[in-house]
């Protein structure tokens, strides 16, 4: 099969035979999920760092000279001593403060994302996207970027469910805090299936189909009904060819 002609075919959903305890929710349903990573997937480089220098450039430059302060954050970073949330706590200071008014977060996050759509996103994963929906999938969009710039991408695909690291907001300011577990890893893999319960959807009963570029993603690949690696590091181009999972490469 040809890199970058894969094209996606519905499987039927499969019959089910859920617990007793799933099936007397009146909320439980089928679904057809077509879930997204974000970075690199179907942006053409990851969106956090750039963002941030986003944020800076247009609101604060003088902030910049407050990027020293990371370095010893990095290198505890580097050397593993710190989560990758701690790491992410720390830009989001530098860049954006200690407190921004959910007004000004709101249209910071809005012109980033008509910036990605203007020039960061791969065309063929916006059609892909729309291809899924005409099929009758419901789109996700699950990523480690922060929930409140991953929104604003949403909407402008009009994507309605997101599951992202949860930004942290206080007295209507948003706050440099990671209000969840970084979505990120098996913690993406939790986070969707919390999301999945909420909407009523059983697994069971659900066909899921899972995009990602990253092997770190592992554990929602395992989780998909049919996996497909999409602009695909070395390590994960690897480990779809040992596992016979289609590939999309959109990079030029």
């Given at each position: 099969m040809?890199?970058?002609?894969?094209q996606?075919k519905?499987?039927?959903?499969p019959?089910?035979?859920?617990?007793?305890?799933?099936?007397?929710?009146?909320?439980a349903q089928?679904?057809m999920?077509?879930?997204?990573?974000?970075?690199r997937?179907l942006t053409?480089l990851?969106?956090?760092?750039p963002f941030?220098?986003?944020?800076?450039?247009s609101?604060a430059p003088?902030?910049?000279?407050l990027?020293p302060?990371?370095?010893?954050?990095?290198?505890?970073?580097a050397l593993?001593?710190?989560?990758?949330c701690?790491?992410k706590?720390?830009?989001?200071w530098v860049?954006l403060?200690?407190?921004?008014?959910?007004?000004d977060?709101a249209?910071?996050?809005?012109r980033f994302a008509?910036?990605?759509?203007a020039r960061g996103?791969?065309?063929?994963g916006v059609?892909?996207?729309?291809?899924?929906?005409?099929a009758?999938?419901?789109i996700?969009?699950?990523?480690?970027?922060?929930?409140?710039y991953?929104?604003?991408?949403?909407r402008?695909?009009?994507?309605?469910?997101?599951?992202?690291?949860?930004?942290?907001w206080?007295?209507?300011q948003?706050t440099p805090a990671?209000a969840?577990?970084n979505c990120?890893g098996?913690?993406?893999?939790?986070l969707v299936?919390?999301?999945?319960e909420r909407?009523?959807i059983?697994?069971?009963?659900?066909?899921i189909?899972f995009?990602s570029?990253?092997?770190s993603d592992?554990?929602?690949?395992?989780l998909a009904?049919?996996?497909?690696?999409?602009?695909?590091?070395a390590k994960?181009?690897?480990?779809?060819?040992?596992?016979?999972?289609?590939v999309?490469?959109?990079?030029?």
């Amino acid at each position: 099969m040809a890199q970058g002609q894969w094209q996606a075919k519905d499987a039927a959903s499969p019959s089910p035979q859920p617990s007793s305890s799933r099936t007397s929710s009146p909320r439980a349903q089928s679904a057809m999920l077509s879930v997204f990573d974000l970075d690199r997937t179907l942006t053409i480089l990851p969106t956090y760092t750039p963002f941030l220098w986003f944020a800076v450039r247009s609101r604060a430059p003088w902030r910049l000279l407050l990027l020293p302060l990371l370095l010893p954050v990095a290198l505890l970073y580097a050397l593993r001593l710190i989560p990758r949330c701690r790491m992410k706590q720390a830009m989001h200071w530098v860049a954006l403060g200690s407190a921004l008014p959910e007004r000004d977060a709101a249209r910071l996050a809005d012109r980033f994302a008509r910036h990605l759509v203007a020039r960061g996103l791969y065309g063929e994963g916006v059609a892909l996207i729309d291809a899924e929906r005409k099929a009758g999938r419901r789109i996700v969009l699950a990523t480690a970027a922060p929930h409140f710039y991953t929104v604003a991408l949403a909407r402008r695909l009009g994507i309605a469910d997101v599951v992202a690291t949860a930004s942290s907001w206080k007295g209507g300011q948003l706050t440099p805090a990671i209000a969840s577990a970084n979505c990120y890893g098996a913690d993406k893999r939790t986070l969707v299936e919390g999301f999945m319960e909420r909407s009523g959807i059983i697994r069971e009963a659900a066909h899921i189909r899972f995009y990602s570029d990253h092997p770190s993603d592992l554990p929602m690949f395992e989780l998909a009904d049919d996996p497909v690696a999409v602009n695909p590091s070395a390590k994960m181009r690897a480990l779809a060819v040992a596992r016979g999972w289609p590939v999309l490469d959109w990079r030029r």
